[in-house]
């Protein structure tokens, strides 16, 4: 009896041929080409069907008198059904030449643009050029060897940048575990673990969940880390940028503080403006009652999130442990929280580390002991 392949993906997917996804309202999405076939382990790739002895075979399809696959890495026949085959890691589908493969690392040769849209995979992705400004790329690990502009990328695991980012005020860049990068630039950074900065890092936000380490400089933007930090040469530049270290909370935690504080701040405006409005006349009273009650509604959830952000017992840190570690010099206008304790550093500090103690930030020398 004749047997059928049955495809569970598209086995004449082409880069080449990559289109532009419609939304529902009808526009073209230009960043969503479909670049990636994801699969999960155990999902069903392929299987081949009974067909009839006279079944005409259309173009394209693969019919044998004996169910056996042609496969490579990364998937399997199903131990409980010899006609399917299965994905037996997470990665992204391929068919090449008949041969049915799943890779676990998307290698990507060149930058990602408006050729190859954003990149969601499941598993690992290594791009070879760089990620343009305004695009995403979404993995398990990620490495970029050209520069990150002003672009996003997460990664559920660790991110390498080789080649820096200059982000221009818009890069965002989310580690589950640790980020990497030869230098950034205006840039928002966030790891669950370490943070290391090969060279220096200019008027970035950057956080980290446990240990920051910058080799060359730290000038400008603000730092908020859990346990400690490291700069080589020098914290802080000169004139008016303004260097700012806070240590010794989750990051996280800060940053869903502000967003908290920043609705909030709005809520409060909008509440302003609808009172204003309404007493300039008795028609105006329905017309922003709804409204002064929403925004009111927004306040009281937002002041109830941030009461809950802060009661937990895991919401302090052990400030006595936190350090910053300085082996170069301080510039000006750098300032240091560990915990609820604030110093403005003296400008020309040189070889310090500053800790908590009793309340205060106390500076200490050298910066490493031997």
Request: charged share 25%; glycine share 10%; with cysteine.
């Amino acid at each position: 009896m004749p047997y059928r392949l049955k495809y569970y993906f598209d086995p004449d997917y082409e880069h080449r041929r990559l289109r532009p996804k419609w939304r529902d309202d009808g526009s073209v999405d230009q960043y969503d080409l479909g670049y990636v076939q994801n699969v999960v382990v155990a999902q069903a790739l392929a299987e081949w069907e009974d067909i009839s002895p006279d079944h005409t075979p259309l173009p394209g399809e693969v019919v044998a008198d004996q169910p056996a696959f042609s496969h490579g890495e990364g998937c399997r026949v199903d131990p409980e059904n010899p006609r399917r085959l299965i994905a037996s890691v997470n990665g992204h589908v391929a068919c090449a030449d008949g041969k049915i493969t799943v890779h676990d690392t998307l290698s990507i040769g060149h930058d990602i643009d408006f050729h190859t849209g954003n990149i969601v995979a499941i598993g690992d992705v290594l791009v070879g050029g760089s990620v343009r400004s305004g695009f995403l790329v979404m993995g398990r690990n990620i490495t970029v060897r050209g520069a990150v502009e002003a672009a996003r990328i997460q990664a559920m695991g660790n991110i390498s940048c080789q080649s820096g980012i200059m982000g221009g005020s818009k890069a965002s860049l989310r580690a589950g575990k640790s980020l990497r990068a030869k230098f950034c630039e205006n840039a928002a950074l966030h790891a669950a673990g370490n943070i290391l900065i090969d060279g220096s890092s200019m008027h970035c936000r950057l956080f980290a969940g446990e240990k920051l380490a910058v080799k060359a400089r730290l000038i400008g933007g603000e730092a908020y880390c859990g346990d400690a930090v490291y700069v080589g040469e020098q914290l802080g530049g000169t004139g008016q940028s303004q260097t700012r270290l806070l240590v010794g909370y989750d990051p996280e935690r800060i940053h869903k503080d502000q967003r908290l504080k920043a609705r909030m701040a709005e809520a409060h405006m909008e509440i302003e403006a609808c009172r204003f409005e309404m007493q300039r006349g008795s028609e105006r009273v329905e017309a922003y009652a709804s409204e002064l009650t929403r925004y009111e509604r927004l306040l009281s959830v937002c002041k109830a999130q941030l009461w809950q952000l802060w009661s937990g017992p895991d919401a302090l840190r052990r400030f006595a442990d936190c350090r910053v570690i300085v082996p170069g010099r301080v510039g000006a206008n750098v300032e240091i929280n560990i915990g609820e304790a604030f110093l403005t550093v003296p400008e020309d500090t040189h070889d310090v580390v500053f800790r908590y103690q009793d309340g205060e930030i106390v500076m200490e020398h050298p910066a490493l002991r031997k």
